[in-house]
Each structure stands twice: as structure tokens, then as C-alpha cells.
């Protein structure tokens, strides 16, 4: 094949001048070491939910009706077990917690609550104070706490505080929250993704608190949106100390085997370190947070960085085993490697950039900031490397600097290379049978990975429940901190399902002083779905109207107003709704009451509890179709709350790992076709180079299903992503083969493709599944699994290049109708400077000069 002007300008300006170059790249880096300061950090849900029409109805709702029914983040929950909270000692310190929380200064708390305060109140009614409240439970005796504890069975202000398990004969239960309110500007109600990342009053308080509480006794945990943030934040710092020394440990050690020579070692190294410095610094240039998806971007940069460094390394020790100088061998293993590089880099490019089709924010920078880093490390590996070893070896020749081995991997003779010949000797007997059979292999995978599960939640972001004992025998500063978040959570979960179950919201728009508007919200409740908690065939449901009807139940002036306006006497008004919301919004129900309604009565909430057994996604497509009821009659309405928002997100989670494989595979066909249409005037090989790659793709889909990993905001990219890893071996296979076989026989171009190619790619295969495997030790499980499934990825992508893709040239060659027991002839491509082509590319013609020519 014949190169491009460009790319022997580069060739001859590497050899020629490689100081100039590697200062060059020196400078830029300092360049990008400038933006590294400016990186932020970017954590937990809501980098996720904003802009979901879901989540601007939440936070409509938040805005306008004050906090929402779930956790205040400006309140801290007290979550208490013990195997009875409701006896005296265990609610003495539940009180005794509160107040010192309350006299502990900076903690501004303003307001507690408990299950334990209205026992106190109850026996002792004068008992305001928390001190108060401590000294009635003090002095009274156990039957009498147990009297009071039983006075309380139907009071919604206890049994809304007590587990589920609570028993009013015994007086018992095994879990109680106590809440304890704080004053903080700006604090309101969590949202669909409250607690998120970085340090802010709350979360300071609330760690503050567990250390206080912690002085009474060790049955009450402080939990909170403060507690999820600060986990959010930990658990990335923490994943990155475990991680990234174990990826360089591992790392290094195979590339020793893979270069065995020190300084090439140090050379493949310092790259690597110099792509990750300017990713991250075009990270914090461009103004994009770090976010737990960021975790996985080194890891990548690692996988694409050693495959180019081995096979820059490999390719000219081949040419200098074959008796070329420094420069001759560089020259030529730039020019026939910076064109495969430049493949890779581009089908690489085009499989992050598909993220780019994706509704959510995070997934797309993900995307943006892998191809800007997938450039970089094109750059610096087929340009700074090179120029780097030229000097290196010049002076190696010059200075008593030691030399170990300069032998290519799979030298002709080893035992990898016998290993390596595996599918040439397939693709010798019998190509089209062993290509029938992965069809069939890949039809099945696909097939069976249609049944991929999607989930988003927010324990996706957090530590798990349990850390690995692995994990735990971590000596400092690896060992990973103490984590309650999850754990907690499924223990509120487990106990309080009937107190704080599910719920849907439905966020109404309109002019609610239009006569009928309470009885047209009324009947979206009527005949309720499945999912929804029912009483008498009516949804159960807090609304306005559930205001209106417990004040018109205590107030007769109340109620004769509602009854003059109520035409079909059930409770609800339907007239003067104006006159209505007057009455009730100066009365004592004024704060509920705008709970419910907004101050300019152009808009409500209706909240209906949900089964407890009820998926997210049943939970979800009910609230969405009592919606459309409204909708359908009366105007807007929309389903909302945190199940319908993770839901959402979940839905497109699945489009955006459908959309994002879809555009990959397509464009990398398209790009392959043209690709080398230009450069050899065969267009069908791009057809061939993604054979291996679409049965790597169904395999990954299929190993998801077998293991149980759903897709996920992490793993969502995971096909996509081995379109664009995956490729690279294909690319480099079906490269190395063109070449060689222009100078040999259909087999003797093939094995010497296994050999040489199929080395290098051993060795990248190597080391990129194991630094790229050891995200599996992340505390993040889902970071764990992205790393497992992009490490199989690359394994299955090697696997294919090496098996399927013989038998693929082989029956491409024949189909072409070339001679096997003899050379091609070389085609031309179109004329295009950078790609080459042409009949003056690389000829006399080009101001590079002649390209050199291997020694037989």
C-alpha cells in the first residue's frame, strides 16, 4: 500500500527532527497540567434527572408547595433498633439524643419529633420541652409508659414514626425515626435526587450529629440527605484510591513482559501518564464535573495507550530485527502504522461519540471527554512515542544505557506464535463452515440478550450494603470508610413500608378556582389502577380536597359553605371555589392547605400511596395513565415524584444503549467502507473488519443476561464502547494482512499477520482487560461491573480477531478472486493527502521522499 504526503511529513519530521517534537508536546502538556485545578466533582442523581419533564414537575412542585413527602433535606432522621424502641430505656435515648443535639451548638436545630416526645407528652401533657419530656419518662413507671404507648395505637403522629412490626398490646416495636428539623437558608425539600455531591451545611451537620448521638448509645443512626451526599462524594475518592494503584501494579507488570527493556518501559509509562494529564485537563478546561462515570474514562485511555505503544514498539523492533537503521525503521513503521492508528482512533471515536445521541447530560459528557481523550492518546502514541524512542535509541547507541530484549513479540519459532496460528489453521480447512457456525452463535447471543433488564435508582451511586471482606483487609489509606447509607435505606425500607411506602404525584396546571376543577381531580382517583393503594373503590389519596373535607369535618362554618357549594353532596365543592380557598387559606389549615394548593391557585398536587409490593415500572405506567384521564378531559396533569423520575431515567437508559449501538455500528461501517475504499480501493474490507466485532457485540449483550447485570448508567455505554475498543484489533488484523499481502502467498500473509499483529494485540489484550478489570475492586458495584463487562469485551474482541477473522479474509480473498498461492497487486485508492491513495502518494512525487522498503 502506498501513503499519504501527510503521513510521510510526519514519518521524516519524527525521524528528522524528533527533539523539536517531543518539546512540543513537553509544552502542551503544561498546557493542559493548567486545567487539572480547575476540574469539579459531579455525583449522585440528579447529574441524571435534570431536565426529565418528570423531575421539572418535582421541582415545580418542591417551588411551589414547599417540601415535598419525601426526606426534608433540611430535617435529619434518628433511626433507632433495638428489640423493643418503645420500651423506657430505649425512648429515654431517643429524647436524650434530641437534646443534645439541640444544646450542641452550629447544629441549628430548630424543632425534634418522635415517637418517644408523644409518649412523654402523653403522660406528663405540661411536658413541652425535650428535657421535660425526658424527666416524665424518668419518673413514670413501665406499666405507665406502656399505657401511653397503647393511648397512641390510632394516632398517625406515633404510629407514623414506629415500624412496621409495632404491637399495642405488648407496647413494643423493633425500629423508630425521630426527626430533628434544622435552619438552614436554602434547604428544601429532596427531590427525586436529593443528596447530592460536595460538602454544604446539612451534610457537615449531619456528621456532626452521628458523633454527638453517638455519646447516648449505639442504637440510633443519624441518616439524611446530608449522609447520601457525603457518600456520594467519598465513595469516588475511596474508588480511585483502590483502583488506580492496583491498575498500575497490574499494568506495569505486563508491560515488562510486554516490552522487556526498562527504558521502553519508562517511555510507554511517561504516554500513558501524558493522555491522562490531558484529558483531564481538557476535563477542567471545557468545565465538565467529574462524575462517577468519569471513574472509567484512565481505564480506557489505558486500553487504547498500551495497544498503540506495544504495537508502535513492536512493529519497529520487527523492522530493526530485519536489519534497518534507527531512522529507516521508524520511518517506515510510522507510515504504516499511524494510518491503522488512525483508523482505530477514528472507529474508536465514532463509538464514544454515539453517547453523544443520548438524553442524559452525564452519559454524553462521558462520550464528549472519551473521544477528546481517544485523540489525545492518537496523538501522543503515533507522534510524541515514536519521536521519543528515536532519540531514546540514538542515544542508547551513544551512552552506556542497558539493553534487555528488542525482540518482537511472536517471533517466528515461539510457542505464542503456534498459539497465535490457531485461526489460520481453521480458516486453511474449512472458513465458510466456521463462519456459518458463528452466524449462528451470534443470532443466538443477540437473540438471548433481548431480555436485558434496565434500572436506575439511587443506591446505583452509593456503596453497597456490604463491603468485601477483600476490601475490608485493605491496609490505609486503601481500606474504604464505614458506609450506612444503603444499608439504611433498606432498612427503612424493610420496616416502614406501611408508613412510607410508595407514591405517585400528579402535578395539575390550570385555573383551580374554575367551577367542577375539585370534582374533575376528584374522579382521576376513581376505579385506580392496580398498583394504587384503594378504599371503596377511590384511589387513597392526599389532595386539596383532602383538606378541604378534615377542615369542613371540625369547622360547621366551614361545612355550611362547602354543602351550600356542593351540588351532588359528596364533600366536595363545586361552586365559589374562590370564596372556598379564602375561608380555608385564613384559617389554622392555611399551611396544609398549601401544601396542596398554590398561593396563586393556579396549580395542585395529588399524591396517592402505591402498593408496597408494586414495581417502579407498574407504579410508574399508572400514575402516567391516571394522567391522561385528566388530561384527556380537563388539561394539564403530569405523573411525577422520585418512582415515575427513576423511571424515566430508566427508560432512557435502555434507548440511549439501543440509540448509542445502533449509531456505532453504523457509522462504523459507513466510516470502515470509505475508510478503505480510499486507502486500498477495497471498500468490502470494512465490511470484513466488523464481522468480529458485531459477534463481540452479541456476545457481551448475552453475558449481561447470563450474569444479571442490567443496563445501567454505567453499563448503558458498554456496547457501544466495544464497537469502539473492540474494533481496534480487527483494524490492526485486517491492516497488517492488506500489507503482507502484497508481498505473499494467501497463508504465509496471514500467519505472518497472526504472528507479528497477533503478538502485539496479545500483549494489549493482556494488559488493557486487566487495568481495565480492576474496576471490579471499585467500591461502586456498578463501576465494578462496567469494568468486568469492557474487560470481556476486548477479550471477546481479541478472540474474534484471532479465531473468526482469518476465516473471514480467507473467503473475502477467494470472493475477490485472487490467487492464493500468490502476491496481490496493490490497488489505488482515491487521491486524498492524508489517507494516501493515489499513483504520486509516497512516489517521487512526494516532498517526504520514497517510502523505505522492508529487507527481505
Known sequence: MSDGRIVGQIATEITERPGRIVVAFLLVTVLFAGGLANVSTSAGTEQFTSGIPA??????????????????????????????????????RMLEAQSRLQDTDGLRVVGVSSPAATVARTIDPTATTTDAQIRALEQATPSEVDEAVRANADNPAFTGGVSDDFNAESASASAAIGVVSHQIPGAGGGGAAAGQSGSSPLTDIQLRSQRVVDTVGGDITVFGSGIISDEFSTVITDSLIIVTPAAVILIAGFLVVAYRDLLDLFLGSFTLLLAVVWTFGFLGLAGIPFSQMMIAVPPLLLAVGIDFGIHAVNRYREDRAEGLGIDEAMNLAVRQLVVAFFIVTGTTVIGFLANLTSALAPIREFGLVAAAGILFTFLLFGIFLPAAKVLIDRNREALPIPTFSQKPLGAEGSGLADVLRVGVWIGERGPRVFLALMVVLTVASGGYAAGISTSFSQEDFLPPEETPDYLESLPEPFAPGDYSAVGTLNFLEEKFTASQGGSVTIYVEGDMEEPTRLEEIHRMGESPPSSFVSEDGH??????????RQRAASDPEFRRLVNRNDRNANGIPD????????????????????????????????????????????????????????????????????????AAVSDLIFTSAVQSLA??????????????????????????????????????????????????????TILSLTIGLGIDYSVHVVHRFVDERTEHDLITALERTVRGTGGALLG??????????????????????????????????FATSMLVLPSALVVWDRLEGHDPDRPVEAKTGL???????????????????????RGD
Open 663 to 716: 449509531v456505532a455500528l453504523a457509522l462504523t461501517v459507513v466510516f470502515l467502507l470509505v475508510i478503505y475504499g480510499v486507502l486500498e480501493g477495497r471498500p468490502s474490507l470494512g465490511l470484513v473488519n466488523t464481522v468480529p466485532i458485531v459477534a463481540s457485540v452479541a456476545l457481551v449483550a448475552a453475558t449481561m443476561r447470563l450474569a444479571g447485570i442490567a443496563f445501567n448508567a454505567f453499563t448503558a
Open 539 to 548: 384511589a387513597q389519596e392526599q389532595s386539596i380536597i383532602t383538606v378541604i
Open 831 to 853: 487521491s486524498i493527502p492524508f489517507l494516501g491513495g493515489g499513483s504520486d502518494a509516497g512516489g517521487a512525487n512526494d516532498p517526504a521522499g520514497p517510502e523505505p522498503t
Open 575 to 646: 361552586d365559589n371555589l374562590g370564596e372556598v380557598y379564602d375561608y380555608l387559606l385564613s384559617s389554622s389549615s392555611r399551611d396544609q392547605a398549601l401544601q396542596y394548593l398554590a398561593e396563586d391557585r393556579r396549580s395542585t398536587q395529588v399524591v396517592y400511596s402505591a402498593q408496597a409490593d408494586a414495581s417502579q415500572n407498574e407504579v410508574t405506567a399508572d400514575g402516567r395513565a391516571v394522567a391522561e384521564r385528566y388530561r384527556a378531559t380537563s388539561g394539564i396533569a403530569v405523573a411525577t415524584g422520585s418512582t415515575v423520575v427513576f
Open 55 to 92: 423531575e421539572q414537575a418535582l421541582s415545580d412542585i418542591q417551588r411551589e408547595f414547599g417540601p415535598s413527602f419525601t426526606t426534608d433535606s433540611g430535617s435529619t432522621q434518628l433511626v433507632q433498633r433495638n428489640r423493643n424502641v418503645l420500651s423506657k430505656p430505649a425512648m429515654i
Open 764 to 797: 494489549s489484550m493482556l494488559t488493557t482487560t486487566t487495568g481495565i478489570g480492576v474496576l471490579m475492586l471499585a467500591v461502586l458495584s456498578i463501576l465494578g461491573q462496567f469494568g468486568v463487562l469492557t474487560a470481556l469485551s476486548i477479550l471477546y474482541s
